[in-house]
């Protein structure tokens, strides 16, 4: 199957939680905003200056020559000159500042001869500059901002501009995982002959963090029937969406599929894509899995490629266009025609121009290739092997 088939099958299957809260905007920064946002004002409210300077009326500007202005007051930022301009005055005006009734100009200060009784100015100014309009930001009865829309600095500006103190947004998913396999062992024990260390749980939790989930650790747990059926219950019950690694293969020790196929309901997918051809989705009760592969570099790749677009639809989040760069790929990076494959790249500068390089060895239990790398690099499943100087696709990890 195609990595897009599955990732349609996929996202077809999930729908978003839909369960609700109400926030203030600072509690809900990075959270998937639930409701439209209407705005119930215009921003800015006032007409006011664009720069420190003088307001004038357009209509005393000289056509040829100067003219003298006389200056009647100020008006503050905050504390607006309360009297009206009439020909041939000015007042004093700072950035932000309300337009006294009158002036429709602002001149720069910069622009002007004065002192604390009047001003002159010559003949190069245009009638109505340096204004900011009521509601040229915003309109009052714009909607601003859509069901589905990450909050992020801008939109917690952006709602405190109109006033906005709470917002109703999705609740946070709670993301479980565990590793399964009896070659693993937890950092701090000792290793024996024939074991590892468990890698996968440390990067699935630093693909979690920053995405605005609550994280469940449930640890390693080993090949047996038994043992992974009880983490599979357990994890049901308390998350909304489980993440293993490991055990999805047809090796004799590999439990994954049979015990989600027991439990609930289970698809093996053999996704064209490289790395990371094994992958398990299903369903126990309300909670979805993922069963990734043991691989650490499978497992990471399946993750931003299938799994993250899942945890995104599921949380109410909407989908964004993903960023991809067309870059000159430095190195020659060795493909057969057949899967989509995502390379592990680093992008460099070659003088001006961004570019790429392959990292070298690119196996998929190389964990260090995702670490010296800061992209990938995207073959389509027809291509084959890419000579040097050939343009490829860069997905930039920093996107993803
Ligand atoms: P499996 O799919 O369980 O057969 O695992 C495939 C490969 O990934 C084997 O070499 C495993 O030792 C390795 N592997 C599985 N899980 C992990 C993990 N959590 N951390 C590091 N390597 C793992
Ligand atoms: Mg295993």
New binding site residues.
């Given amino acids: 199957m195609s990595l897009e088939q599955a990732l349609e099958k996929i996202l077809d299957s999930i729908s978003p939680i839909d369960t609700v809260e109400t926030l203030t905007i600072m509690e809900a920064f990075d959270r998937i905003l639930a409701e439209p946002i209407t705005s119930p004002l215009n921003v800015p409210p006032y007409q006011n200056s664009a720069m420190d300077g003088y307001a004038v009326r357009g209509a005393d500007l000289p056509a040829s020559g100067t003219a003298t202005l006389k200056l009647i007051g100020t008006s503050w930022a905050g504390t607006p000159f309360a009297g009206e301009v009439d020909k041939a005055q000015c007042v004093r005006i700072m950035t932000g500042a309300k337009m006294p009734t009158g002036a429709d100009t602002v001149i720069m200060q910069e622009h002007v001869q004065a002192d604390d009784q009047q001003i002159s100015i010559e003949s190069c100014h245009k009638s109505g500059q340096h204004v900011r309009h009521i509601g040229e930001d915003i309109r009052a009865g714009d909607e601003v901002l859509q069901p589905g829309k990450v909050l992020k600095a801008a939109e917690l500006g952006l709602l405190a501009s109109l006033g906005i103190a709470k917002v109703q947004v999705r609740r946070p998913l709670k993301a479980a995982f565990f590793?399964?396999?009896d070659?693993?062992r937890a950092v701090g024990e000792t290793l024996e002959e024939g074991q590892?260390?468990?890698?996968?749980?440390y990067t699935i939790f630093g693909m979690l963090k920053g995405q605005g989930v609550e994280i469940h650790d449930l640890g390693v747990v080993r090949d047996k029937r038994e043992d992974v059926e009880a983490a599979f219950a357990r994890a049901a019950e308390l998350a909304d969406i489980v993440f293993t690694?490991?055990?999805?293969?047809v090796?004799d020790a590999?439990f994954v599929k049979e015990t989600l196929e027991k439990l609930g309901t289970v698809n093996l997918w053999k996704i064209a894509m490289k790395p990371g051809k094994p992958l398990a989705f299903g369903r126990i009760d309300k909670a979805y899995f993922f069963g990734l592969?043991?691989?650490?570099v499978s497992a990471m790749a399946t993750f931003y490629q299938v799994a993250l677009p899942a945890l995104h639809k599921l949380m109410g989040r909407t989908p964004e266009p993903a960023l991809r760069l067309k870059l000159r790929c430095l190195d020659s990076l060795k493909k057969r025609p057949g899967r989509i494959d995502f390379q592990r790249g680093i992008l460099d500068y070659d003088g001006d121009e961004l570019v790429v390089r392959g990292v070298g060895a690119q196996g998929s239990?190389i964990l260090s290739s995702m670490s010296r790398a800061n992209c990938f690099i995207i073959l389509s499943a027809e291509q084959g092997t890419v000579e040097a100087g050939t343009t490829v696709t860069v997905q930039p990890f920093s996107s993803l």
């Fill in positions: 590793s399964t396999g070659e693993l590892i260390y468990d890698s996968n749980r690694s490991g055990g999805v293969s090796g590999d592969p043991g691989n650490p239990h």
